[in-house]
């Protein structure tokens, strides 16, 4: 896993394209498997929360999405959230 400045992850919340958005169906497991998928290939995914379903995500529902797929959030700007690859744990 690398580790990110947090001069990279401004770079990142800044220029990046959002990745992967969170619209109506909310948080099914076709997402989840999307979200392990590009953290894998990329180690870090811009994730945003569209309007339509803002009112029913919350940011604690986020933790859990970046937990179950192996990374952690980072950075919060609004409704856009910065996810990287979490360290695997020593044994």
Known sequence: ???YSRREINR????EKVIVRIGRKGITEGLISEIKRQLNQRGYIKLKIL???RSHIKDEDIEKLANSAGGRVVSKRGFVYLIVLAKPKRA
Do not use: E, F, G, P
Request: hydrophobic share 40%; net charge positive.
């Open 1 to 3: 896993m690398r580790k």
């Open 12 to 15: 990142i919340m800044s220029t």
């Open 51 to 53: 309007k339509n379903i």
